[in-house]
């Protein structure tokens, strides 16, 4: 009798756990969206001092093209060569331009550019804005009569959402360009029809303006997560240090779950 | 003390969740002094300046600045409050992106429309106020704990406020510095006309700069008094706190548990 009462318990316990953890992050998803909700809200200073964006892109996108560039690059290289590989046992390696094109326009191009994003750009404004908080900063401001999502998280939110297509677009082109540099200058794929199949199974509307609605969408998921958890974050080290590896691990899978859904609703076979 | 109140404490009770911090404050502080709010660390002192710049509410009684209400204010009624009101925060708290100029420079480029000329010639006049002319090139990071007070001080004065609120302004520094601070504090509170609240443990300085005390102990005011009634005063609390007595009314141990009973030790009565 008395093992049965303490087996409920024990049940009893392990319910409660984890109903306090589903109540905790659903209360924690509201706190964010009413941030972004404040954050949109007080957007308008920061468009009216449009320089302040600016210097957000420069930081969250000029900062990242290195990384941006170099890897486009190198993903192209790969998927040249393994579609190279493939499509020559079918003899159809002209067609290597057309899938090293798509795949980086519609998927590679919008989801790892987001990813590199959330690491390079995403942490490091989550630390930025969790340090001014620890370090008095914010309150300051605030005692100066300056509203800090206005002056700080609004500009950083609107770099971060202008900087992410951009940046994904030059993936894809960096991509594109090493996917030529393999399979037509050191292989020797023929350059017209790596460029005409391109050209002609690429469609602006279905294939590159999703590709951008892609990315738009994950730029916004990224910064969003990135400056609530700046923001949220408790002003210690220890508070700072978790919240930018919770601004990473959250939204890389924010990006591959909601890629998933937008890949679902855009591309169903129609071409 | 003198009738023309700036902030005026009306029985203000404060709690951190159902921690009581604050139990029936009563304050009246003056125009055009120095007043120096002086309490063990975790005795409530910050808090006073947060109810006075209205970044948090009293649950009961009223804190009233310049004839306002803080906490009945609205939002953007406070924030024209709080454009005249400076504030130090313990370690300055620069803004580590800009430079010594731009700090100083941060609000009057945010709350006026003057042309650039003319705030940088402010901005160089309020540096030089503090001694750091020369150094507004430099990058917070490139600062002294001493001249990053010194900066942050100059930004806090940059729109000429009626309230100036120092949150330990003398903590961490070397002896030069510390006189260099207090000075500063009693200098600008004169010239500017302003009123100078300071938060602070350090006893000697305070008491050579300040118009009148206030002794924070246990969320209620302890002892008030000017500097001269404070030396003398037979108050234990002021007693032990001004002479630095390690036994008096403030315990030198946290509440605990018999200290045999912690070490599960059982003692034997004779």
Redesign the interface.
């Known amino acids: 009798m008395i093992g049965m009462i303490s087996l409920a318990k024990r049940i009893k316990t392990v319910i409660e756990s984890i109903g306090h953890r589903v109540v905790g992050s659903i209360w924690r998803l509201g706190c964010a969206t009413r941030f972004v909700l404040l954050v949109l809200l007080k957007s308008m200073p920061g468009f009216l001092r449009f320089h302040l964006i600016t210097r957000e892109i420069y930081f969250a996108g000029v900062l990242s093209l290195i990384i941006i560039l170099v890897s486009g690059l190198f993903v192209g290289m790969v998927l040249g060569l393994q579609g190279y590989e493939t499509l020559q046992k079918f003899g159809s390696e002209s067609a290597v331009g057309t899938l090293v094109a798509l795949s980086l326009v519609r998927e590679l191009g919008p989801v790892i550019a987001a990813l590199l994003f959330a690491s390079r750009a995403g942490s490091a404004m989550t630390a930025e804005i969790g340090l001014m908080k620890a370090t008095e900063q914010l309150a300051a401001m605030g005692m100066m009569a300056v509203d800090p999502v206005a002056r700080i998280v609004a500009p950083r939110f609107w770099g971060g959402v202008f900087s992410m297509p951009l940046l994904a677009a030059m993936f894809s082109v960096m991509g594109v360009f090493g996917g030529y540099l393999v399979t037509v200058v050191f292989i020797g794929v023929d350059e017209g029809s790596f460029w005409s199949q391109m050209q002609s199974s690429v469609d602006f509307r279905y294939d590159i303006v999703n590709g951008v609605i892609k990315s738009c969408f994950f730029g916004v998921v990224i910064t969003a997560i990135a400056v609530f958890e700046g923001f949220d974050a408790p002003p210690t080290a220890e508070g700072v240090s978790g919240a930018t590896t919770r601004t990473v691990v959250t939204s890389s899978l924010a990006i591959l779950g909601l890629d998933f859904v937008l890949t679902a609703f855009m591309f169903r076979g129609v071409s | 003390m003198a009738d023309d109140a700036l902030i005026e404490f009306s029985k203000v009770n404060f709690s951190y969740g159902p921690r009581p911090i604050l139990k029936g404050v009563d304050m009246r502080m003056s125009r055009g002094q120095v007043i120096a709010i002086m309490g063990g660390s975790g005795s409530g002192k910050t808090t006073l300046l947060r109810l006075i710049?209205g970044?948090v509410s009293p649950s009961a009684g009223s804190v009233t600045v310049a004839g306002q209400v803080i906490h009945e204010l609205g939002r953007n009624e406070l924030?024209?409050l709080?454009?005249k009101?400076?504030?130090l925060?313990?370690?300055g708290?620069?803004?580590?992106d800009l430079s010594v100029f731009d700090n100083v420079a941060?609000?009057m480029r945010?709350?006026t429309n003057l042309p650039e000329s003319m705030i940088r010639d402010l901005v160089l006049m309020k540096l030089h106020a503090v001694g750091l002319r020369g150094a507004c090139h430099l990058m917070p990071a490139q600062l002294s704990g001493g001249m990053a007070r010194r900066v942050?001080l100059a930004r806090?004065i940059a729109l000429d406020p009626m309230l100036m609120m120092f949150d330990e302004p003398f903590t961490g520094l070397d002896p030069i510095s510390l006189s260099v601070i207090g000075g500063l504090i009693r200098r600008l509170t004169d010239t500017l006309g302003m009123t100078s609240i300071l938060v602070t443990h350090d006893v000697q300085e305070s008491l050579r700069i300040v118009d009148y005390i206030y002794f924070l102990a246990d969320g209620v005011i302890a002892a008030h008094g000017t500097p001269d009634e404070v030396r003398e005063s037979k108050v234990p609390f002021v007693h032990q706190f001004i002479h630095g007595e390690t036994d008096g009314p403030v315990p030198f141990h946290y509440q605990a548990q018999a200290y045999s009973q912690d070490l599960g030790i059982s003692v034997m009565e004779r």
């Open positions: 710049g970044e924030f024209r709080r454009r009101m400076g504030m925060f313990q370690f708290a620069l803004f580590t941060f609000q945010e709350h942050a806090s």
